[in-house]
DNA sequence: GAACTCCTGCTTTTT
DNA sequence: GCAGGAGTTC
């Protein structure tokens, strides 16, 4: 198959039986899963309703989408393309009656989870300053990833009295999801799993339908998702998984690197293909990647390369505080524009997001286009809780949670005292706050109050009203906005804040509208899910010309010509976390993430810290980061600020020995272009990484890192350069494919290393399809 | 019942 | 440095 490598094309061909990729950062792997689609449409003939596509992020879902709708033509959109989540949630929304759920559950998020614990400890008489809720939250969440029930894990900790504390909470939280008909994050998978391991009517249906199934990010997977494509894939075993240990990076959400170690454990058939070739990055950049990766302990060995040449050597920069990084970063940018660059080629990235408050704010007062990614969520700002949480009690009041919420908001006169009444009038009674208030002349100890509940009620009623009618989304917004008076106190205070406010709404409102008119069906429901299960970073868009902000994780999978990690700090890029973390692999995961950030960069690379900077609300100094260390120096640009840093640690380290610090060249820029720093480096073993032995970091390996930043691949002579792809046909001409028959070709457009062929078929229909799937041949007329 | 003030604890990362 | 929670006062 011309327009793939060798590896890739391999990756393509394989069809039935379980299949392994691993996929190096850059190196075509969402190309491979596109054409591999294409393949078994096209030329096994499978039918695209059979086939399943899980990736992590909804963003990856949707470019995985386009792309094969761009590839394959007819069909494509039968090809079922989703997150794990949202696969689960359509799951759910068609057998969870057999869960003994209504199919119009709520999906709870961490804030949701947060009360109803907090409320379940209260009733518990639990203190929460004791245990507190996060950690009864982590360990119900570390028990649901790994298919553990709450019965199951009593019996487990029966001898723990905290963690048959833990027990009775996890119980307890279950059975009030139940009865508020809601479901949280782990729910929706776990919930699947359960359903197909008590309804094999139901896995069956699953499973004939998805008879090809392939996993993005696998390296991502935790247990229980492994559980739930193990049950899928079992009767057809048409699985391919795709992943990259080395870009392993939520093991903190249960994602379990030994899914993808142990794959050919589980499938012992499996075929595995490695993918090393890289077309994202430079070489300076890979090798910096190559490098820094180097120094984890239990990887796959593997090394990236590419055949692109060096590229720009990478920037190092240590600023004196927060602010002047900032500054220098900004000041790049002009740089950088004023040179013809775009503002969406660039990315600033950081590993926690308060960073991005000062980047974003010197951006500001330079008047640079620029979006800030995740951090403190749209949807985690009051107002708009408020709002989505009447819209969630209007599609669904049996959730105490969200009617608590706005019960009194805006203030209505129904305090805390009165709600508590009637909340346990409800509980003696078994009914939800919301069926005890719509019977309040029966709740006993109310006077004035009652009123005030009724009138509630009415408002509520309303608003169902709107629903039933089948009246847009929007309508029922405007309604909520105006009857609640939500909309005139924000107004009426004609604050700073209580316009930011407003805008936040007015965003809100732009939402639903565009959800209207992207899904005309859509109900309630279908909103509050896709808000529920769709992170901004998803949705995401190309077209706006703007310098993007965002954490290293929320990077994950994109790539910019241009990249900044910001921040590079010992206790910052490591996290204070994980250099006092006792598990051995914390270091590890953030050097794997450190790995998927340097990866992002396309073009060119720069790295920055600050010498001291607020943290906690105090000031504290902070050593420039192992990471940048165990880059070798030859690799930046100006390595001047690096030399003499480390130089004066070393100094100080050594200074009772005699040793006055290795000569790594001068400070200029010229220091280490001539290779001779690398040559004595692979000799002495001595240099910037952290095989130096006058590092301060002595945890790493003996032997010294010697790191080609080339153009040869990492082994083997098998991977040649691409070939490129030859046509012997053009457009207009006359071809024979062979499942479709002779036909003309009508277009052909150049996509990447492959062709876009358009055929016009004799025998009726016009396929578009990859000329390297295609094999046409062309016919002499 | 509401508004105001003080205090604490926290910062990874997110489907 | 900030948000959310608790406690106090009107």
């Given at each position: 198959m011309a327009g793939l490598n060798d590896m890739q094309d391999l990756a393509c061909r394989h069809v039935d039986g379980p299949l392994l990729i691993l996929a190096g950062a850059g190196s075509g792997k969402t190309r491979v899963i596109t054409h591999r689609v294409a393949y078994l449409m096209d030329e096994i003939g499978v039918n695209p309703y059979n086939i399943l596509a899980i990736t992590f992020t909804n963003k990856a879902a949707a470019e995985m989408r386009d792309r094969v709708n761009n590839i394959v033509g007819e069909g494509a959109e039968r090809v079922w393309v989703s997150t794990f989540h949202s696969l689960c949630v359509r799951i759910l929304r068609r057998f969870s009656d057999r869960l003994g759920y209504a199919t119009n559950f709520n999906i709870y998020d961490s804030d949701d989870q947060k009360s109803a614990v907090k409320n379940i400890l209260k009733e518990l008489k639990i203190d929460p300053k004791k245990y507190p809720e996060k950690m009864f939250l982590a360990e119900i969440s570390n028990a649901k990833e790994r298919y553990i029930s709450p019965d199951q894990y009593a019996k487990m900790n029966a001898t723990d009295f905290v963690k048959t504390q833990t027990a009775t909470v996890y119980s307890e939280y279950m059975k009030r999801l139940r009865k508020f008909n809601a479901f949280d994050f782990d729910d929706l998978i776990y919930k699947v799993v359960e359903l197909f391991e008590h309804n094999p009517d139901v896995l069956e249906l699953y499973q004939d339908r998805f008879r090809y199934i392939m996993v993005d990010e696998y390296q991502d997977t935790n247990h229980i998702q492994f559980l739930m494509v193990k049950q899928l894939a079992s009767k057809y075993r048409n699985l391919c998984v795709v992943g990259d240990d080395d870009q392993s990076i939520y093991k903190f959400r249960g994602a379990n690197i030994t899914n993808i170690l142990n794959f050919e454990k589980e499938y012992p058939d499996a075929k595995v293909v490695k993918l090393e070739q890289n077309y994202r990055s430079c070489g300076n950049i890979l090798a910096a990647a190559n490098a820094v990766i180097k120094h984890n302990e239990g990887r796959k060995d593997k090394a990236l390369w590419t055949d692109q040449g060096d590229g720009e050597k990478l920037v190092f920069n240590q600023s004196e505080d927060e602010y002047m990084e900032a500054d220098r970063v900004v000041n790049e940018i002009i740089r950088l524009t004023a040179n013809g660059a775009q503002y969406k080629d660039i990315a600033l990235l950081y590993?926690?997001?308060?960073?991005?408050?000062?980047?974003?704010?010197?951006?500001?007062?330079?008047?640079?286009?620029?979006?800030?990614?995740?951090?403190?969520?749209?949807?985690?700002?009051?107002?708009?809780?408020?709002?989505?949480?009447?819209?969630?009690?209007?599609?669904?009041?049996?959730?105490?949670?969200?009617?608590?919420?706005?019960?009194?908001?805006?203030?209505?006169?129904?305090?805390?005292?009165?709600?508590?009444?009637?909340?346990?009038?409800?509980?003696?009674?078994?009914?939800?706050?919301?069926?005890?208030?719509?019977?309040?002349?029966?709740?006993?100890?109310?006077?004035?109050?009652?009123?005030?509940?009724?009138?509630?009620?009415?408002?509520?009623?309303?608003?169902?009203?709107?629903?039933?009618?089948?009246?847009?989304?929007?309508?029922?917004?405007?309604?909520?906005?105006?009857?609640?008076?939500?909309?005139?106190?924000?107004?009426?205070?004609?604050?700073?804040?209580?316009?930011?406010?407003?805008?936040?709404?007015?965003?809100?409102?732009?939402?639903?509208?565009?959800?209207?008119?992207?899904?005309?069906?859509?109900?309630?429901?279908?909103?509050?899910?896709?808000?529920?299960?769709?992170?901004?970073?998803?949705?995401?868009?190309?077209?706006?010309?703007?310098?993007?902000?965002?954490?290293?994780?929320?990077?994950?999978?994109?790539?910019?010509?241009?990249?900044?990690?910001?921040?590079?700090?010992?206790?910052?890029?490591?996290?204070?976390?994980?250099?006092?973390?006792?598990?051995?692999?914390?270091?590890?995961?953030?050097?794997?993430?450190?790995?998927?950030?340097?990866?992002?960069?396309?073009?060119?690379?720069?790295?920055?810290?600050?010498?001291?900077?607020?943290?906690?609300?105090?000031?504290?100094?902070?050593?420039?980061?192992?990471?940048?260390?165990?880059?070798?120096?030859?690799?930046?640009?100006?390595?001047?600020?690096?030399?003499?840093?480390?130089?004066?640690?070393?100094?100080?380290?050594?200074?009772?020995?005699?040793?006055?610090?290795?000569?790594?060249?001068?400070?200029?820029?010229?220091?280490?272009?001539k290779g001779s720093y690398h040559g004595r480096s692979s000799q002495t073993g001595s240099g910037y990484s952290s095989s130096n032995p006058y590092s301060s970091y002595s945890k790493a390996k003996k032997e010294p890192i010697s790191i080609t930043p080339s153009t040869k691949p990492s082994f083997g002579?098998?991977?040649?350069?691409?070939?490129?792809?030859v046509l012997d046909y053009g457009e207009g001409d006359r071809v024979r494919h062979m499942k479709f028959g002779n036909g003309t070709v009508t277009q052909l457009v150049k996509g990447g290393r492959d062709y876009e062929v358009t055929v016009d078929f004799d025998r009726g229909g016009t396929r578009k399809m990859f000329a390297s799937f295609a094999k046409l041949k062309r016919l002499e007329e």
């Open positions: 590993r926690t997001n308060a960073q991005s408050r000062i980047l974003g704010e010197k951006l500001v007062m330079r008047g640079i286009p620029h979006r800030v990614y995740g951090g403190q969520n749209f949807y985690e700002r009051k107002e708009i809780k408020d709002i989505m949480a009447y819209l969630k009690v209007v599609n669904n009041s049996t959730d105490d949670t969200y009617l608590r919420r706005i019960i009194n908001v805006p203030k209505r006169g129904i305090g805390d005292a009165t709600v508590d009444k009637v909340a346990a009038f409800a509980a003696a009674n078994d009914m939800t706050l919301m069926e005890a208030m719509q019977i309040i002349e029966q709740v006993p100890g109310l006077q004035r109050s009652v009123a005030k509940i009724s009138g509630f009620v009415e408002l509520i009623d309303g608003f169902r009203g709107i629903i039933e009618e089948q009246e847009p989304l929007s309508t029922l917004f405007d309604r909520i906005l105006e009857d609640t008076g939500y909309e005139d106190e924000l107004i009426a205070e004609h604050t700073d804040e209580s316009m930011a406010r407003l805008e936040n709404i007015d965003e809100l409102r732009n939402r639903v509208v565009q959800f209207e008119t992207d899904y005309e069906e859509a109900t309630l429901a279908d909103f509050l899910e896709d808000i529920a299960l769709v992170s901004e970073t998803d949705k995401m868009s190309d077209d706006d010309n703007m310098v993007k902000l965002m954490t290293i994780h929320g990077s994950k999978g994109l790539e910019f010509p241009y990249v900044f990690l910001c921040g590079m700090e010992e206790r910052i890029f490591p996290s204070a976390m994980a250099i006092n973390s006792d598990d051995e692999d914390a270091l590890e995961e953030e050097r794997r993430l450190c790995y998927v950030g340097i990866t992002r960069a396309m073009k060119k690379l720069y790295l920055s810290c600050a010498r001291n900077r607020m943290l906690h609300g105090s000031r504290n100094c902070n050593d420039i980061s192992r990471f940048i260390k165990e880059i070798p120096p030859l690799l930046f640009q100006d390595s001047g600020d690096i030399t003499r840093h480390v130089k004066r640690m070393e100094e100080r380290q050594f200074a009772d020995t005699g040793y006055t610090g290795n000569r790594y060249g001068s400070s200029g820029q010229s220091g280490y272009g002579k098998e991977f040649t350069v691409n070939r490129e792809l």
